[in-house]
């Protein structure tokens, strides 16, 4: 598989497949879909470098870091939503500066003692 033009004369189903849903139901409908062939080098190659562009997309539209891990014999990617919104820390029952302090630690990813104090 490494070094032939076609895996999938020799595996069925080698080949990298790369789909967008809406939401996190992955029985909606495709928003996107990208079928990658050819040998593991090429595959790999352009999967790893859109792992770089997912990355930098994350922190551009200020999105957590997407997880980006292995289940099985399928590479996956999760993107998450920020849930530390002031509306959702205050149904936590955070008093006022707490999420201020919650909110500057995710601004400024860290808060010392003093910074708290301050606020």
């Known amino acids: 598989m490494l070094f ?3 895996p999938q004369d ?4 080698s080949g990298v497949k790369c789909i967008r849903f809406k939401g996190t139901d992955i ?3 495709m928003l996107d879909f990208k079928d990658i062939e050819g040998d593991l080098f090429s595959q790999v190659e352009e999967v790893g470098s859109g792992t770089n562009k997912i990355i930098n997309w994350c922190k551009e539209w200020e999105l957590p870091e997407a997880e980006i891990g292995i289940s099985g014999t399928s590479i996956f990617v999760r993107f998450r939503k920020d849930i530390f919104t002031e509306k959702y820390l205050e149904k936590l029952g955070l008093n006022e500066r ?3 302090a919650v909110l500057y630690a995710k ?3 860290k808060i010392t003692n003093k910074e708290y104090q301050n606020l």
Request: glycine share 6%.
């Open 10 to 13: 020799i595996f069925i189903q």
């Open 107 to 109: 601004t400024k990813g």
């Open 4 to 6: 032939t033009r076609r």
């Open 27 to 29: 029985t909606a409908d």
């Open 98 to 100: 707490q999420i201020k």
